[in-house]
């Protein structure tokens, strides 16, 4: 099966553009013309494409259930990143895909804050922990990322989302945000502070960095105990 039709490789929003990026890109940069567009003109344009908007939907689902939990709330997130998802014809698909995440994350962080306005609150004094990870290590989120791809794409998915959920908030919220969705830890601290309400409003990128190295031992030692992916 390859991995355009199989749904598992839709949860990794990390993973290479498919082949029709490049050319969806380029018609819908070719739309942006300020000319208005009847339905039958768009369709033809986007004719052949529909694998490639499953694909974008099913990625920004995926991040948008890891944030905020499955159902109709990560449904309209979807909705809101791609209408508020800003694209420039000088710009390249990976450039649009980086604006989407961004869009997305923006949108689950102020839905999470009004659900909860202390859930996301910068912590007042946060020690560093003795962890299994190193600074020196702390930066390569891409082993993160493709770790959290293998299990959510495998049999484990379930075990693995128990444990997404059964994080802190804010602990979630940056484990994903870096680990799923590419951000950095000073970006992270930056949308959380302007979109996860009053109490955010100081998050920095040390802190956002200390979460996330917490995190990344938190999914080690639950591989280890569960005896998670070993198969």
């Known amino acids: 099966m390859s991995d355009q039709k199989n749904?598992?490789?839709y949860l990794d929003v990390s993973q290479p553009l498919p082949p029709q990026a490049a050319e969806?890109?380029?018609?819908?940069?070719?739309m942006l013309?300020?000319?208005e567009k009847d339905e039958a003109t768009v369709?033809?344009?986007f004719d052949g494409l529909d694998d490639m908007f499953d694909r974008i939907a099913a990625g920004l689902y995926s991040l948008a259930s890891m944030l905020v939990g499955e159902g109709e709330d990560s449904i309209r997130l979807v909705e809101t990143a791609v209408a508020n998802t800003e694209v420039n014809p000088g710009e390249g698909p990976e450039h649009s895909r980086h604006n989407s995440r961004l869009a997305m994350a923006q949108?689950?962080?102020a839905l999470l804050a009004s659900r909860d306005p202390e859930s996301l609150a910068a912590p007042e004094a946060l020690e560093h922990a003795q962890t299994c990870i190193g600074d020196e290590d702390l930066d390569a989120a891409g082993t993160a990322r493709d770790e959290l791809e293998r299990l959510m794409a495998g049999p484990d998915r379930e075990r693995v989302r128990i444990w997404l959920e059964s994080l802190p908030t804010a602990m979630r919220t940056i484990y994903v945000l870096r680990a799923v969705a590419g951000l950095s830890a000073p970006e992270t601290a930056s949308l959380l502070a302007a979109y996860g309400g009053p109490q955010a409003s100081t998050w920095k990128p040390e802190q956002t960095r200390e979460l996330f190295r917490q995190g990344m031992c938190s999914l080690a030692s639950q591989l280890i105990h569960e005896g998670v992916g070993g198969h």
């Not at 969806?24 to 940069?29: M, V, Y």
Request: charged content about 20%.
């Open 7 to 9: 749904p598992a490789t």
């Open 43 to 45: 369709e033809q344009a």
């Open 107 to 109: 949108a689950a962080v």
């Open 33 to 35: 013309d300020g000319q």
């Open 24 to 30: 969806f890109a380029r018609k819908l940069h070719g």
